[in-house]
C-alpha cells in the first residue's frame, strides 16, 4: 500500500500560471519534505515542514512556496512557474528529524508550456 | 562542508555480472549513510543504511558497509538482474540532520 502519495504524478502547466502539487502520507510522520529533481540530478531539498514549524532551505526560490493544514497534507505552490522550474517533485517524510530515514512518493513530473 | 562523491555512470553490466558503485564521502563526525534507489519514473527507495563504522548494511542482495577509515559505502551486489537497472544514489545524514546526496549513478543491466 502506498504510503506517501503524490497526486498528480503529472502535472501540465503554463508559463506563470500558478500551479500546486499535493502530497499526503499514512505514516503519520513528523516531518514531511519538498523536493525539485531535475533530469540526471541528484535530489535538491527545497523546504520541509516539521509538525507545523515550517523551515526553508537559504536558496529555494521566493516562487516556490507550501502549505501544511495538518499531518497527512503537505502542498507544494509554484507561484509563477517558469520554464526553469519544470522537473520532477519528489515529496518524502520522516518520523523525526534525527532518524531521518526518509520515505518518498512517486514523485509528480511538472511540465511548464 | 560535507560531500558525496559517487562514481559516474551510466555503468553498463550483463545480467549475473558484479556490481560496485563507489561513494566517497566528506564529513565531520560520524554520519549516517544510505543508500537510495531510483527506478525509472518513481521516486526514491532506501535500499540500505548504515549509522557506524564497520557497520554492514544489506538488502535484496546487496551490501555496503562503512569505512571510516577510507571514508567510503561502495554498494556491491554479487549477481546482478535486469530489473536492477535504476538510478542509484548515496547519500549522508549531516550533524543537522539533513540528507546530503552524490550525484547517482545509473546502472543499466543488459540480459
Known amino acids: 500500500d502506498a504510503m506517501v502519495i503524490q497526486n498528480p504524478r503529472y502535472q501540465v502547466t503554463q508559463f506563470g500560471k500558478p500551479v500546486t502539487l499535493s502530497c499526503s502520507q499514512t505514516l503519520n510522520h513528523n516531518v514531511m519534505y519538498w523536493y525539485q529533481q531535475k533530469s540526471s540530478q541528484a535530489p535538491k531539498l527545497l523546504f520541509h515542514?516539521?509538525?507545523?514549524?515550517?523551515?526553508n532551505e537559504a536558496d529555494t526560490p521566493d516562487n516556490f512556496q507550501s502549505r501544511r493544514p495538518n499531518t497527512s497534507f503537505c502542498f507544494l505552490d509554484i507561484r509563477s512557474p517558469g520554464l526553469g522550474d519544470a522537473a520532477m517533485y519528489l515529496c518524502?517524510?520522516?518520523?523525526?528529524?534525527?532518524?531521518?530515514?526518509?520515505?518518498f512518493g512517486a514523485g509528480t513530473r511538472l511540465s511548464v508550456l | 562542508g560535507n560531500s558525496v562523491t559517487q562514481m559516474e555512470g551510466p555503468v553498463t553490466l550483463s545480467e549475473e555480472a558484479f556490481l560496485t558503485i563507489n561513494c566517497t564521502y566528506t564529513?565531520?563526525?560520524?554520519?549516517?549513510l544510505f543508500w537510495y534507489v531510483q527506478y525509472p519514473g518513481e521516486g526514491l527507495q532506501l535500499l540500505l543504511k548504515a549509522t557506524k563504522a564497520d557497520d554492514k548494511g544489506s538488502n535484496k542482495g546487496f551490501e555496503a558497509t562503512y569505512r571510516k577509515e577510507t571514508t567510503s559505502f561502495h554498494l556491491e551486489k554479487g549477481s546482478v538482474q535486469v530489473s536492477d537497472s535504476a538510478v542509484y544514489f548515496c547519500?549522508?545524514?549531516?550533524?543537522?540532520?539533513?540528507?546530503?546526496w552524490g550525484a547517482g549513478t545509473k546502472l543499466i543491466i543488459k540480459p
Open positions: 518524502a517524510t520522516s518520523f523525526n528529524i534525527a532518524k531521518n530515514i526518509q520515505y
Open positions: 547519500a549522508l545524514k549531516d550533524s543537522n540532520y539533513q540528507l546530503i
Open positions: 515542514y516539521y509538525d507545523k514549524d515550517f523551515n
Open positions: 564529513a565531520t563526525g560520524y554520519p549516517s
